[in-house]
């Protein structure tokens, strides 16, 4: 698999863009991990939002990703930049978790799957696979 992706989050205290190329699930992980530790260190109770992209041009079939500590939510916008989202189906609901991508974006704690979960789906859709049926994507990006 060549680095044909472009994986892109925010510094939370400074909002700059920090960008790579990425070619496996385990440099998302990395990057992940990396954001999250960003904004812990920066005492910010908001996520961090990470968008992946087929290309650094190209916004459609993307995948948008917030990390938290006990969950991760995905993102899909398609071709026609419609979107679904990944929904937890043993996930009681909750508050609404504020996630920093490019703008902030309040997400239905229920949207939040396990990580490994994620990370499955993540390497599915990397490998051009499309939207892994597991992760139980959604058209219903606002109900709690």
């Known amino acids: 698999m060549t680095a044909e992706h472009y994986l892109r989050f925010w510094h939370p ?3 700059r863009e920090i960008g790579l190329e990425v070619s496996q699930v385990g440099q998302v992980v990395t990057a992940a991990k990396k954001a999250l530790g ?3 260190e920066a005492g910010v109770e908001d996520f961090p939002g990470l968008s992946l992209w087929r290309g650094k041009n190209i916004p459609e079939d993307s995948l ?33 978790r504020r996630v920093i991508f490019d703008d902030s974006l309040e997400v239905s704690a229920r949207c939040f799957i396990d990580r490994v ?14 939207l892994l049926e597991a992760a139980n994507f959604s058209e219903d990006l606002d109900s709690e």
């Open 13 to 15: 205290t400074t909002s």
């Open 38 to 40: 960003l904004f812990r």
């Open 117 to 130: 979960l994620a990370i499955e789906a993540i390497a599915h859709w990397l490998k051009g696979d499309g």
């Open 64 to 96: 948008n990703i917030g990390v938290s500590q006990d969950g991760w939510v995905l993102i899909h916008t398609n071709e026609d930049f419609w979107q679904t989202v990944t929904r937890s189906t043993g996930h009681p609901g909750g508050p609404l």
